[in-house]
């Protein structure tokens, strides 16, 4: 755990850290944000129960996304709401709110993962159509492949953080004193999960006896950065896949009319939009990681990013509801089908057009 050091009677000026004020901004930022997202990944979760539709191809890789958002959220604003309570507070919860934050984070790779997972199984669906109209074959049909990554989406980064926590929690925290209201290390609480600098005011004093822990901390940092570039990377590629199968399936069936352009144009902005949502979410983030590794990292040059990034990281449950979910007329309208219907119903076309339901136009 952080070390929270009391300098209340030290000048505020000369340290690299947030101010208390500019803490609380961001806190109250994180609490509005946060709160959008579990509105709208609830709201993913109980309707896909109410309408019986988690089991469908079209509803299920969207009610992981939301489950996921959702924890992730919840674990976010439980540290939020730690921190504003008040110091006292915060003085008794301080130890605990690693947990919070480190579970945060862990839920929140998650979602990285399953918006990777959510992009192959567009493309495996839209590979399938294109072998059945170009062979007229049944196609695969499998995606048992998929199911092992939900699993692996899931449990990969939940081992990954508990063996974090239990490594790091053999390391006492060097001092048991919490920050007074007026001091600016009041922004090294755990509760809230911000990047640090590794030699910043924050971190242990380098030694030997704790030195693996500072190294084990931008570890971290260094692979949720990693993790992030990749999830973009991937998705991109994998979306522009997509975006081509669907093409080729109706060049070899011979389908190139207006409708057809059409449908391709809105593919193509179905893609561009999932992608670009999450780029508006995770940028801030990104870059704020990217330079607190640097040398002469000062968390208050960096203000305005940290806002940014309570703006936008936080509030990812609520847009994807909005872009995955809600908009998607087919979410909205799909009934419950018999069991052998969506054995064979892939989830991806439309019922009365030659588009993917995952790209679906939204008209109401």
């Known amino acids: 755990m952080m070390a929270l050091v009391n300098f209340s009677n030290t000048s505020t000026k000369g340290t690299s850290l947030l101010q208390p004020k500019q803490m609380l901004t961001i806190t109250y930022i994180d609490m509005a944000t946060t709160s959008l997202s579990i509105i709208g990944a609830s709201s993913i979760i109980i309707y896909s129960f109410f309408k019986r539709k988690v089991c469908q191809p079209e509803v299920h890789p969207l009610f ?9 959220s919840l674990f976010l604003l439980i540290g ?7 110091y006292v507070t915060m003085e008794i919860y301080e130890q605990h709110c690693r947990y919070f934050s480190g579970f945060a984070s862990s839920f929140f790779v998650t979602t990285f993962l399953l918006t990777i997972t959510y ?4 493309f495996l669906r839209m590979r399938d159509r294109a072998i059945r109209a170009s062979t007229r074959l049944p196609g695969t049909s499998n995606f ?3 199911y092992l990554l939900y699993i692996i989406s899931w449990l990969g980064p939940l081992l990954v953080q508990g063996t974090v926590l239990i490594t790091t929690s053999v390391e006492p925290p060097l001092l048991d004193i919490i920050p007074s209201p007026n001091s600016s290390l ?6 809230l999960p911000l990047y640090h600098f590794k030699n ?7 030694s030997d006896k704790n030195r693996w822990l500072q190294d084990w901390e931008v570890s971290v940092k260094l692979i949720f950065i990693l993790l992030l570039i990749l999830t973009i990377v991937i998705t991109a590629i994998v979306y522009l896949l997509a975006v081509a199968a669907f093409q080729l399936r109706h060049r070899r069936a011979g389908m190139r009319g207006r409708r057809e352009y059409e449908d391709e144009r809105s593919v193509r902005r179905r893609a561009a939009l999932y992608l670009l949502v999450f780029c508006f979410c995770w940028l801030p983030t990104l870059v704020l990681g990217i330079l607190s590794l640097c040398d002469g990292f000062k968390m208050k040059k960096y203000y305005v990013l940290y806002v940014m990034q309570a703006c936008t990281a936080p509030l990812q449950g609520f847009l994807n509801c909005i872009v995955y979910g809600w908009r998607r007329k ?7 089908l018999p069991v052998a ?9 439309d019922s009365n057009r030659n588009n993917y339901r995952t790209f679906a136009t939204y008209e109401a």
């Open 80 to 86: 939020v709401v730690i921190f504003n309570l008040s």
């Open 144 to 146: 048992s492949h998929v």
């Open 119 to 122: 992009s192959l199984e567009v």
């Open 330 to 336: 087919e979410f909205r309208t799909v009934k419950p």
């Open 186 to 191: 009041v922004s090294c609480t755990s509760c």
């Open 200 to 206: 910043d005011e924050c971190m242990p004093k380098p």
């Open 64 to 72: 992981h996304l939301a489950c996921a958002d959702l924890l992730a």
């Open 341 to 349: 219907v969506l054995a064979e119903q892939t989830g991806l076309l």
